[in-house]
T-cell receptor, first 113, second 114 residues
Framework: DAKTTQPPSMDCAEGRAANLPCNHSTISGNEYVYWYRQIHSQGPQYIIHGLKNNETNEMASLIITEDRKSSTLILPHATLRDTAVYYCIVLNAGGTSYGKLTFGQGTILTVHP | DAGVIQSPRHEVTEMGQEVTLRCKPISGHNSLFWYRQTMMRGLELLIYFNNNVPIDDSGMPEDRFSAKMPNASFSTLKIQPSEPRDSAVYFC????????????FGQGTRLTVV
């Protein structure tokens, strides 16, 4: 699976949009971009994933650049409960991956009042 | 469904003792993963199963670690003998591959070896 690069930390004001970038310049055509987050002392939680089109669900939006070399996770109205470590993961969702996730260091997002 | 259930939530044991961590995946899921998390190394994949068969155990740190999945609803991770450096939070996760690769994680077992 391709490697990802994320900033180690970011801050965001409560109520504002949080935009978390991820670089995955070596991504291949059949690899998806997944985002998970881990709130303190809890297991990681799935947020969203996409292949090449932008995606939106009740938690967030995922914007993938046309060349697929980078993406941005958007939390439209961040709350204090969104403070967590956010992981961007590239995954070959088929073949022999069996859905295994390889976590990097992620981005620590701190939402402040 | 109650989600992925891990037990115990906390375990404190003495060096040299055997430790067994347990995991009940979500019903119907066919892939199961064991992860370990420490401050120094982050989240590491130890081993994963598909349809109860171990697929890749290359992440298992050494022979003291073993994992089994005797049926689709139960898995164990055993450490024998335990050492202080095994202290970590151990997570179990399950998913339905390939239909839906979203992984659901349990709450973890915090292991302390003294």
């Amino acid at each position: 699976d391709a490697k990802t690069t994320q900033p180690p930390s970011m801050d965001c004001a409560e109520g504002r949009a949080a935009n978390l970038p991820c670089n995955h310049s070596t991504i291949s055509g059949n690899e998806y971009v997944y985002w998970y987050r881990q709130i303190h002392s809890q297991g990681p939680q799935y947020i969203i994933h996409g292949l090449k089109n932008n995606e939106t669900n009740e938690m967030a939006s995922l914007i993938i650049t046309e060349d697929r070399k980078s993406s941005t996770l958007i939390l439209p109205h961040a709350t204090l409960r969104d403070t967590a470590v956010y992981y961007c993961i590239v995954l070959n969702a088929g073949g022999t991956s069996y859905g295994k996730l390889t976590f990097g260091q992620g981005t620590i997002l701190t939402v402040h009042p | 469904d109650a989600g992925v259930i891990q037990s115990p939530r906390h375990e404190v044991t003495e060096m040299g003792q055997e430790v067994t961590l347990r995991c009940k995946p979500i019903s119907g899921h066919n892939s199961l993963f064991w992860y370990r998390q420490t401050m120094m190394r982050g989240l590491e994949l130890l081993i994963y199963f598909n349809n109860n068969v171990p697929i890749d155990d290359s992440g298992m740190p050494e022979d003291r670690f073993s994992a089994k999945m005797p049926n689709a609803s139960f898995s164990t991770l055993k450490i024998q003998p335990s050492e202080p450096r095994d202290s970590a939070v151990y997570f179990c996760a399950s998913s339905l591959f390939p239909e839906n690769t979203e992984a659901f994680f349990g709450q973890g077992t915090r292991l302390t070896v003294v």
